[in-house]
């Protein structure tokens, strides 16, 4: 592939230039960052010492968490980093790697959630199948599909990115390094490309949420049959899980389903999914889940025994 780049390195303006807003900005989203870290460790360290939360919700919820923390780790450090900065810049290289692990780990949050709705479904709508169809072969199978799938994906992007020429403009007005951004800046006709990052992108996000709300409805109507306790223990489960599905994919679909424009409002809104998803996702599945509440109140209880014989 020939890479017709005069630009080494790019501007990234980040979500303000005024100094006292970058301030509130370092301090803001350092604490969110810090907040991210604690609440998806604490939900992988529960998962995995905890033997009550054995079952295949867990083990893909443990796997979102992981890919949560990736996630925000790809965006947040240099963010917060450059808040700092008067200006700030990105090698051409760095960019490359950043669109990568952003793509892959995003990429790898929506296969997740994919998963956790037909765990859900066949949980529900399947109960005497269920630990016949949702074995640990089969959901291990699964979440390797979701990382080969990730890999694929971020890989079409990587691609897409490296066939566009750079030979002037360097500014990003953004604070990550995307396909979107970096499109406003090739020196050439981009509709193919953006056509290809619609078709990426946006067709894996539209069409995963689609699925995610059509395997939801059914559920929430196979939910008539149930008692009124498993319904009530079903209702929070899928209510956890549709507020998550709704909090990350509105933001990537008003994002990648449009032509390549921007607008003064893609860095707030990105937010929403880069740094809000990975914060909130923790308390949703902790503050509605009684099981992994109990599994963190032994864990904590066990450390302060251990703490005691000391």
Known sequence: MQLNNNVTEFILLGLTQDPVRKKIVFTTFLIFY????????????????SKALGSPMYFFLFH????DTC????IAPRMIADSLLKNATISFSECIVQVFSFHFFGCLEIFILVLMAVDRYVAICKPLHYTTIMSYQVCGVLVAVAWV???????AQIFLALSLPFCGPNVI??????LQPLLQLACTDTYVTNLLLVSNSGAICTVSFVMLMFSYAIIL???????AEGR????????????VVILFFGPCIFIYTRPATTFSMDKMIALFYTLGTPLINPLIYTLRNAEVKNAMRMLWSKKL??????
Request: hydrophobic residues 30%; positive net charge.
């Open 221 to 227: 109507h196979s939910l008539r049959n149930h008692s």
């Open 149 to 155: 799938g990730s890999c694929v994906h971020s890989s």
């Open 173 to 178: 007005d953004h604070y990550l390094c995307d």
């Open 305 to 310: 025994v251990s703490d005691g014989k000391r």
């Open 71 to 74: 996630f925000s780790t790809c």
């Open 64 to 67: 979102l968490s992981l890919s």
């Open 232 to 243: 009530k223990k079903a209702l929070s489960t899928c209510i956890s899980h549709i507020t």
């Open 34 to 49: 810090l907040g991210t870290l604690l609440g998806n460790f604490l939900i992988i360290t529960t998962i995995k010492t």
